[in-house]
């Protein structure tokens, strides 16, 4: 049987093994634009440069899985970070464990990222697909292009693989 992996609210402090939380909340903010704007500034640390690498924007359209979802896989991008931020106000699930070489299904951890966050996983971060909740989702995700390969998966043996269910 698979056990289950508890859902965490998504914290910067309990986050930050594994990047930047992506939020106003707490922020560094000042106006700009003579007044007109107000600036959350520095939220994330981009890591794409490694390599001769380069930033690339890009809209993912997530779509949900069927709950309760079998962690089978996760996935890191050793050349650089990877961020993804929901265009509309809605939460969806972060899959994530310690850099190394392999993954043990103990060290996955789970968090709830609620309406107005958004995630950056630092460099060689496992983690998995992005997980859209309840809808269709578009998410604006900075990571890195050029040369090299920047893209490693883990599968786990079915013994291993966690079940997260958020019903």
Request: net charge negative; proline share 8%.
């Amino acid at each position: 049987m698979n056990t289950i992996l508890e859902i965490k609210p998504l914290t910067r402090p309990a986050f930050r093994p594994f990047g930047d939380v992506i939020e106003t909340g707490g922020a560094t903010q000042f106006e700009i634009n003579n007044g007109s704007t107000t600036r959350f500034h520095d939220l994330a640390r981009i890591d794409v440069a490694a390599g001769g690498g380069h930033a690339l924007v890009n809209i993912f359209r997530a779509r949900p899985l069927p709950m309760p979802l079998t962690v089978a896989m996760v996935e890191k991008h050793p050349l650089g970070s990877q961020a993804f931020i929901p265009l509309e106000a809605v939460p969806f699930l972060v899959v994530v464990a310690p850099p190394g070489d392999i993954v043990l299904s103990e060290d996955l951890r789970a968090f709830l990222a609620r309406a107005g966050q958004g995630v950056n996983y630092a460099s060689g971060v496992w983690h998995h697909p992005v997980i859209a909740l309840r809808r269709e989702t578009d998410f604006l995700v900075i990571d890195r292009g050029g040369p090299g390969d920047n893209l490693a998966e883990f599968f786990f043996n079915e013994s291993d693989q966690r079940l997260i269910n958020t019903d």
